[in-house]
């Protein structure tokens, strides 16, 4: 049951030869059994899911069902879940129960998706590892002493392993590619304002997006009409009419045009992950794509301002952690600067402390303009890259991340080249577009990550793309080790 796709899956539970409550039984077996290695969840949630799966069964039988209702699925423990812990990967957050649903828990709920828990991240979503984590790293199925990547690294795991078919994340600067390449599956980052960041812990406002990691383009587009649609809460959500994102999965690539950015393909990138991308890049080729040469200059300076811009939004949206109105409170506090001061230093990781002295630093008043306001400019110019290059392109085409996973405290004494791990996936968010990550082979037996960046709103030529992709190739029906073919 596994390794069925959630069309699969659907299929099972429409025709009766299995009921949603067995189907999540099987999947919570699954995560009791391996959970434990991988330390992909931070929260179970058994009774919230065999509840869902029972009134998911009378939709079912009452013939009102959607494609999805019926199917488990994981949170990342960054969305709120009324009534169930939200910790965000935090101490700070250690105590606390949601009070309401993140819009993307209510669209799933809606839809008759069942919850199998929620999944464990980086910090505040700080991180590239999973090693930010107050709840400890998780390990990536494929080689336990590597990292899963972060920080959406607990859901990448997880649907890796197969613990569960499909998980949500976020990608505030590859925090969904990133670990989906990792972890040899499919997560896709939409359009910036696509999926409502209701309900969305806050790390950076203008960059945070949520989406789905699951393990075929198919099955991400299932999940993307789910979460996708305009959400009045939510100021920055876009109202874009509904689409259904499986429409085009099927379409040929006759005459696409792939463009391939100089900048990407350069110094930095193993050579071993160039030759998985170029093998990629002629299986596109003989489905019909042409290949063309782009730039995009202001690369390289996407690392240094995403992180300003990244640890400016986050100084502020932490402000809110003071020990009064959410989270951790020390104890016995001598006076208010002290519960504060105590509050925020005892509930706050390391990672988490030096983006918010990065980001007050560069807001004030004397360096505003010489960091923040700089950063701003750049990441137009950033942004003018990409649409000068979506005039000559339909999609770009690059790798996810320049090396397989690394191995768990390689880097976690060197913030910089923990930071510089993100060099192709943080553009993207700089200029809101979205990118899916697919995979695309394997160096040494550890998953390779193709990235393929889309223009505004062009999810469903992205998924095409990376539909056709996977039915020529066979990468999704690998494994990772000990894990039942
Ligand atoms: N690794 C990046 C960071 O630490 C991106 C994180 C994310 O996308 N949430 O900021």
Redesign the pocket.
């Known amino acids: 049951m596994h390794n069925k796709s959630l069309s699969e899956l659907s299929l099972l539970l429409r025709q009766r030869e299995c009921s949603s409550v067995e189907m999540t039984r099987y999947f919570l077996d699954r995560i009791e059994n391996d959970n434990r290695l991988l330390n992909s969840f931070i929260t179970v949630t058994p009774d919230v899911a065999l509840r869902q799966a029972k009134v998911a069964d009378e939709r079912i039988q009452s013939g009102n069902a959607e494609t999805l209702t019926g199917i488990p699925l994981a949170h990342k423990d960054i969305f709120c879940t009324q009534g169930v812990k939200t910790s965000c990967g935090s101490k700070m957050l250690d105590n606390f129960i949601a009070p309401y649903n993140a819009t993307v828990v209510e669209k799933c709920q809606a839809a008759g998706m069942i919850m199998l828990g929620k999944t464990n991240m ?1 910090e505040f ?4 590892s999973n090693e ?1 984590s107050y709840y400890g790293p998780v390990k990536n199925p494929w080689d336990t002493k590597t990292v899963p990547g ?3 690294g607990g859901s990448a795991a997880a649907v890796s392993a197969r613990l569960t078919p499909i998980a949500t994340g ?7 590619r ?1 670990p989906a390449a990792f972890c040899g599956i499919t997560g896709l980052k939409p359009t910036y304002g696509l999926v409502s960041r209701y309900g969305m812990i806050a ?2 406002s203008s ?2 997006q949520g989406g789905p990691l699951g393990h075929s383009a198919e099955d991400v587009a299932l999940l993307l009409n789910v979460i996708a649609g305009f959400d009045a809460r939510d100021s920055t959500s876009l109202n874009h009419p509904k689409e259904d994102y499986t429409k085009h999965l099927n379409d040929n690539l006759a005459g696409l045009k792939i463009g391939l950015p100089k900048e990407y393909f350069s110094e930095g990138l193993d050579p071993e992950v160039f030759k998985v991308l170029e093998a990629a890049r002629s299986e596109l080729e003989k489905a019909g794509a042409t290949l063309h040469e782009i730039h995009l200059p202001h690369t390289e300076l996407a690392v240094p301002i ?2 300003i811009i ?1 640890p400016a939004e986050c100084s502020s949206n932490l402000s809110r952690y003071d020990g009064v109105r959410f989270g951790h409170r020390c104890n016995n506090p001598s006076d208010l600067t002290d519960l504060y001061k105590r509050s925020r230093a005892e509930g706050f990781g390391a ?1 988490v402390k030096r ?1 918010i002295m990065i980001g007050t630093y560069a807001l004030s008043a004397g360096y505003y303009d010489a960091y923040y306001l700089k950063a701003q400019k750049i990441r137009r110019l950033i942004r003018d890259d990409f649409v000068a290059a979506f005039k000559q392109v339909d999609v770009i085409l690059g790798p996810t991340t320049a090396t397989t996973a690394f191995k768990i405290d390689e880097k976690v004494d060197d913030p910089i080249a ?2 510089l ?2 060099i192709y ?2 553009s993207v ?1 700089l200029a809101g577009l979205p990118a899916i990550s697919i995979p695309a082979g394997f160096v040494n037996q550890q998953p390779v990550g193709l990235q393929l960046i889309g223009n505004y709103l062009n999810e469903a030529q992205l998924l095409n793309v990376a539909h056709q992709y996977q039915q020529r190739t066979d990468w999704l029906m690998q494994n990772p080790l000990g894990i039942a073919g």
Do not use: H, K, P, V
Request: proline content about 0%.
């Open positions: 980086d979503a700080m991180g590239s930010t972060g920080s959406s976020t990608d505030t600067g590859g925090s969904i990133q790390f950076a960059l945070d995403y992180y990244a990672e983006r923990m930071y791990s993100d996936t943080i968010n």
